[in-house]
């Protein structure tokens, strides 16, 4: 019964015009094996130029380098000051370690350095970095970990060089090597609350609720190198590559946060249990509607109906749908007939 009011409050929100909770989310991801000079880049966009910033992406390292840039952006075509104009790596020396370092107004600066953070080898992580100014904070799975207030200044807005994922534009030995997916930059510092939400919709295999209007970068690896913000296609240099194949096992979860909202739809399901009749009423008026609802909403109501009766396959509305195990999360993938 939980879910299915989860899937009919999700679906009323997609009738109602939140565009963002319809989008068809691919279980694709990069790949890269940690080799020199490998890695993924995007040319310049101003775009990605900000006073202000927040990095955000989901990373599973392999057992094996030491050094993992994540996320970085030089200042200069070369390894001089003042380096970087921002960049998030973790690193590992009896303990791992992540930093989060910018350049404030043309000096290079450790934002945040959270040491002994709490993450393992061969494990999914959603890890966030913002700076507003004032206050730089590291986030692990949607809680705090880091918080210094050092430094303060603005980020560079007229960089001029290329964006890096997995790798550096001038550094050997900090190519990542495992997997990374749902990379962000944002022009704004996001909330603690739009950070948990983000991490807790990723778990739940929904798309970011946070207001495109700050969204500055997007690399889902669902297009290839696409940036579905700017339009901008990266480079895949050497082995690095897209790909679906990602583990389901050891995915940290975390469901604290959730359990209230949960008791309280329990509450007002409660009286509800044996009233399958009111339901398909609703399910049926729902359905009347078709003529009038796009794909993306059509595509939802077969999906959901799939999962509250258990089956693998549904033919109806003109589409064809089937449940797929695609790595860490369940799918849904519909076509057209």
């Not at 393992?120 to 890890?127: D, E, G, M, T």
Request: with cysteine.
């Amino acid at each position: 019964m939980k879910k299915l009011i989860f899937s009919f409050i999700f679906l009323t929100f997609c009738i109602f015009g939140v565009s963002a909770g319809c989008g068809e989310i691919v279980e694709d991801h990069l790949v890269l094996s940690g080799n020199w000079g490998e890695g993924f880049y995007a040319e310049n966009h101003e775009n990605y130029d900000s006073e202000n910033v927040t990095l955000e992406a989901w990373v599973y390292m392999n057992e094996a380098n030491v050094n993992n840039a994540i996320i970085h952006k030089a200042y200069t075509s070369s390894h001089v000051a003042p380096y970087y104009q921002y960049w998030l790596d973790v690193d590992y020396s009896g303990g791992f370690i992540i930093y989060f370092s910018g350049a404030l107004d043309g000096v290079s600066r450790p934002l945040a350095t959270k040491m002994g953070a709490s993450l393992s080898w061969n494990n999914w992580y959603h890890l966030v970095a913002t700076f507003d100014g004032t206050t730089s904070i590291i986030y692990i799975n949607g809680e705090e970990v880091q918080r210094d207030s050092t430094y303060s200044g603005k980020l560079c807005t007229s960089c001029t060089q290329p964006l890096y994922i997995g790798d550096t534009n001038y550094l050997n030995g900090y190519e990542f090597d495992g997997k990374i997916d749902e990379a962000r930059i944002y022009s704004q510092a996001l909330t603690a609350l739009e950070i948990r939400d983000s991490y807790q919709r990723g778990l739940a295999n929904l798309p970011s609720n946070v207001p495109t209007i700050y969204l500055s970068g997007y690399w889902s690896f669902d297009e290839g190198g696409l940036d579905s913000v700017t339009g901008n296609t990266g480079t895949f240099v050497d082995n690095a590559h897209v790909s679906t194949d990602c583990p389901e096992e050891n995915i940290p979860y975390d469901s604290s946060g959730l359990e209230e909202r949960i008791e309280i739809l329990e509450q007002k399901v409660e009286a509800l249990e044996n009233k399958t009749t009111w339901l398909e009423s609703i399910i049926n008026k729902i359905l009347d509607y078709f003529n009038f609802m796009p794909y993306l909403i059509k595509r939802q109501v077969l999906c959901n109906v799939l999962e509250e009766t258990g089956e693998t396959q549904i033919t109806d509305l003109g589409l064809s749908c089937e449940i797929k195990q695609l790595g860490r999360r369940e799918k849904c993938v519909c076509s057209e007939n």
